[in-house]
């Protein structure tokens, strides 16, 4: 724990020590406001679909599909949280 911490700090380190003309270049400048969509897109599927070794489809694949059709039915964001989590806990319950 004590190295992931100081990996992450050296990180931060690194990027306050980076020239303000390179942060202010228009590429990394979108490359940073697009960048988290995908890696929060990731971190979902992994958490949804990763076992030990393996996919697995369970309740959180369920939970995230009821989400998933509740997002693009536009309902309110509570409403896509509920359903996702009354579905997997329901799928479990079985």
Known sequence: MLLGSLGCFVLKLAGWSLPA????????????????VPLLAALVVVQAFAGERSLELDARAAGLAVGAVLVLLRAPFLAVVLGAAVTAALLRAL
């Open 21 to 36: 003309r390179w942060l202010d270049d228009p590429r990394l400048q979108r490359a940073a406001v697009l960048l988290p």
